[in-house]
């Protein structure tokens, strides 16, 4: 009897956390199925590649995670013109972030150069 619990509980320690990377990897394949799919919808949308990021991640539960949309500052008004399509792909239970780039400041440019 003791043998079989002290080999339940080293292959529970050994397949633990095989069953769960193996769960979270089929999570963050589906979150960048989606990735994939809302940026080539953006892109579309304005006529190819753009300034607009998006980036998706996976929760912990299957049917949750965060879409994350990045314009660069001064280019909110793209919006505009890709929120409906991006609405339409985000599926129920995801959060839709709009995230401006930071402006730099100016005297960023001129210690760089």
């Known amino acids: 009897m003791t043998t079989w619990l002290v080999v339940g509980l080293i292959s529970l320690l050994f397949l633990?956390?095989?069953?769960?990377?193996?769960?979270?990897?089929k999570l963050e394949d589906r979150a960048?199925?989606?990735q994939?799919?809302?940026q080539a919808a953006v892109n579309h949308q304005l006529g190819g590649e753009s300034m607009v990021?998006?980036?998706v991640a996976a929760g912990a539960q299957r049917g949750r995670?965060?879409?994350e949309i990045f314009v660069p500052a001064g280019w909110e008004?793209?919006?505009e013109e890709v929120w409906p399509v991006v609405l339409s792909r985000v599926p129920a239970g995801y959060?839709?972030?709009?995230?401006?780039?930071?402006a730099a400041?100016?005297?960023?440019?001129?210690?760089?150069a």
């Open 36 to 38: 994939a799919d809302i």
């Open 65 to 67: 995670g965060t879409v």
């Open 16 to 25: 633990g956390p095989l069953f769960w990377r193996a769960r979270r990897d």
């Open 95 to 102: 959060a839709l972030v709009f995230r401006p780039t930071p």
């Open 77 to 79: 008004s793209i919006l």
């Open 32 to 34: 960048l199925g989606l």
């Open 53 to 55: 990021a998006v980036r």
């Open 105 to 112: 400041a100016p005297g960023a440019l001129k210690r760089a």
